[in-house]
């Protein structure tokens, strides 16, 4: 069984616009979220990660988490043609082995200039 | 700073072959991670190894083999390769929560 749910899998926005992204967990032991962009034949990168209630802005990108519905949600405001991306949401869950990350499956990211 | 070295970048092996991907690491970080990933979708964990000569089974490691010899490289063996088959796999490392990844090996089975 997946423990991470992202939706939607496809996201296509203008150039401008902001960009939400959902994340859930189906796992009651989770303790951090994280949110990895890769672009196209690239590898992963940590955008941001959170792990309290409430939100957390870094320049366009800002974080939701509610930790009670195992939600977080990661919002890119004014997207740019190079926020185009693949992002995954992974989640840490408490008793695994410490750094094990479970990644959900991605939501594709296309921004139209 | 530190990186993460994946050899083959590119791999191109014949069904029923056995195939070994290797990375390396220098950040001195003791977990690391192999990750398999289809076109467009996201990770999956195959091992992992949490110290030097650790291994342990993630959620797809049956037809793979890994080794930890030593603390800076994990290695990844394709035991039987199946025909048309074509992923990325992707190494990474860990020391605390935040994971790094190398760049990754492409395999393409013909």
């Known amino acids: 069984q997946q423990k991470v749910q992202q939706s939607p899998e496809s996201l296509i926005v203008p150039e401008g616009g902001m960009a939400s992204l959902n994340c859930t967990s189906s796992?009651?032991?989770?303790?951090y979220f994280w949110w990895y962009r890769q672009h196209s034949g690239k590898s992963p990168k940590m955008l941001m990660?959170?792990?309290?209630?409430g939100e957390k802005e870094e320049g366009r990108f800002t974080v939701h988490l509610n930790k009670a519905s195992l939600h977080t949600s990661l919002h890119i405001r004014d997207s740019q043609p190079s926020d185009s991306a693949l992002y995954l949401c992974?989640?840490?869950?408490?008793?695994?082995?410490?750094?094990?990350?479970?990644f959900g499956a991605g939501t594709q990211l296309i921004v139209i200039p | 700073g530190g990186i993460i070295t994946q050899t083959p970048k590119f791999l191109i092996g014949q069904e029923g072959q056995k195939l070994t991907l290797k990375c390396q690491q220098n950040?001195?970080?003791?977990?690391m991670y192999w990750y398999r990933q289809d076109s467009g979708k996201g990770l999956r964990l195959i091992y992992y190894?949490?110290?030097?000569?650790?291994?342990q089974k993630g959620d797809l490691s049956e037809g793979y083999d890994a080794s930890r010899e030593k603390k800076s490289s994990f290695s990844l063996t394709v035991t039987s390769a199946q025909k048309n088959e074509m992923a990325v796999f992707l190494c990474?490392?860990?020391?605390?929560?935040?994971?790094?990844f190398g760049p990754g090996t492409r395999l393409t089975v013909l």
């Open positions: 990474a490392s860990t020391r605390g929560r935040e994971q790094y």
């Open positions: 190894s949490i110290t030097e000569n650790d291994l």
């Open positions: 990660s959170i792990f309290s209630n």
């Open positions: 796992d009651r032991n989770v303790d």
């Open positions: 950040f001195n970080h003791d977990t």
């Open positions: 992974a989640a840490s869950i408490g008793g695994s082995a410490l750094g094990r990350l479970h």
